[in-house]
């Protein structure tokens, strides 16, 4: 749906006076949010009644994804005209570029291991590689933050919400950690 409208909206002529800004923004609102549902998905899982989520978390972040390259896509068509020169003068004076790049670089390999084949095939690694979603959310953040001009509210929501759901993986992490280090101790004394 939010593809649909922005595609109306461009082709309508009512994304306002700089609908290539307005698009490419858009699209990397919708890729952070995206990113954002698929990180929320394992704390909903945790309550009984959510569990159905899990179904949801694989689109969630393929979503994320194909609205990173829509992102992409746009930045590079609108405002670089395709230009290697262009891109090397910009990524000189915005870095935020190269680390929003960086994060979707980060979520290829993460949409093209996302089918059920590419899980059995890989086993315990697909679990290891798909941590990688962790460092590109750390990058969308970084993204953000750097593009701050004068209202910073929108982006310190988005750092926040982000910083939430990667702290609460740490506490459970660090939880775990705690058990088995408690049971392996037990097991030792008897």
Known sequence: MPFTY????????????????????????????????SLLVSPLRSWKPWRLVLKLRRMLGLYAFFYGVVHLVSFAHFF?????????????????????????????????????????????KWLKLHRLVYVSSVLVCVHIFWQIRSDAGEAYVYIFLFAVLLAWRVKRYWVKRKREALAGSLAGAL
Do not use: C, N
């Open 6 to 37: 922005s595609l109306y909206g461009a082709l309508a002529g009512t994304l306002g006076p700089d609908p290539a800004e307005a698009l490419m923004h858009q699209t990397g609102e919708w890729s952070a949010r995206f990113l954002l549902l």
């Open 80 to 124: 670089l005209g395709w230009s290697s020169i262009i891109l090397i003068e910009e990524l000189a004076e915005r870095p935020y570029i190269a680390v929003g790049f960086g994060s979707l670089l980060l979520m290829l390999p993460l949409a093209i291991t996302s089918t059920k084949a590419m899980q059995r095939r890989l086993g315990k």
